[in-house]
Antibody
Framework: QVQLVESGGGVVQPGRSLRLSCVVS????????MDWVRQVPGKGLEWVAV????????YYADSVKGRFTISRDDSRNTLYLQMNSLRVEDTAIYYC??????????????WGQGTLVTVSS | QSVLTQPPSVSGAPGQRVSISCTGS?????????VHWYQHLPGTAPKVLMY???NRPSGVPDRFSGSKSGTSASLVITGLQAEDEADYYC???????????FGPGTKVTVL
């Protein structure tokens, strides 16, 4: 079955960096666009970024543009989110999800269980 | 403040019918972008419940149905069951904001 497993979350001080990973199994990773979606605990879902199936394009929410970078390594079936200049408001559970359909259409058909990022001094 | 609006909560007794609305605007749902629905139990992975307005993925019971009209969409649960108690989010794309947007979520409670 399809599995997405995120890792790399933790507690980090404001202004510091963190890199999240998402290992995908059970689907042809190189054929899928991939997304990061986050959720502040107790709040709703917020889309963060998407990367095309071939890595050729990436799009970001304004709230993270210029600070976060989404990338992928198809040889490792792994999606990444490099988060720089972290802010307290970036505190959230970060989910990776596979993207069904092409940008800007499409939906998130498989999700991981999430990894918690806490930005605090 | 979410671009898509949903009621914060709906509730019903087992076997009843409940409906969750998702209202957008001319830059998202009204622009023709599809609406998708997700079921989320806190602490677990969200799950797509309905895609492209009214399509159920395999494994989703047929008591769930979806529709879209104009700038709104709705998810209906017919024959509510205890395991349907969860948070439900609608999602679309907004061309003015150039991003995927979610509704604020609706908590379904089975009385």
């Amino acid at each position: 079955q399809v599995q997405l497993v995120e890792s790399g979350g933790g507690v980090v001080q404001p202004g510091r960096s963190l890199r999240l990973s998402c290992v995908v199994s059970g689907l042809t990773f190189s054929g899928y666009g991939m997304d990061w979606v986050r959720q502040v605990p107790g709040k709703g879902l917020e889309w963060v970024a998407v990367i095309y199936y071939d890595g050729s394009k990436q799009y970001y929410a304004d709230s993270v543009k210029g600070r976060f970078t989404i990338s992928r390594d198809d040889s490792r079936n792994t999606l990444y989110l490099q988060m720089n200049s972290l802010r307290v408001e970036d505190t959230a559970i970060y989910y990776c999800a596979s993207h069904h359909g092409s940008h800007p259409a499409g939906y998130f058909d498989y999700w991981g269980q999430g990894t918690l990022v806490t930005v605090s001094s | 403040q979410s671009v898509l609006t949903q009621p914060p909560s709906v509730s019903g007794a087992p076997g009843q019918r409940v409906s969750i609305s998702c209202t957008g605007s001319s830059s998202n749902i009204g622009a023709g972008y599809d609406v998708h629905w997700y079921q989320h139990l806190p602490g677990t992975a969200p799950k797509v419940l309905m895609y492209r307005n009214s399509n159920r993925p395999s494994g989703v019971p047929d008591r769930f149905s979806g529709s879209k009209s104009g700038t709104s969409a709705s998810l209906v649960i017919t024959g509510l069951q205890a395991e349907d108690e969860a948070d439900y989010y609608c999602q679309s794309y907004d061309s003015s904001l150039s991003l995927y947007v979610f509704g604020p979520g609706t908590k379904v409670t089975v009385l």
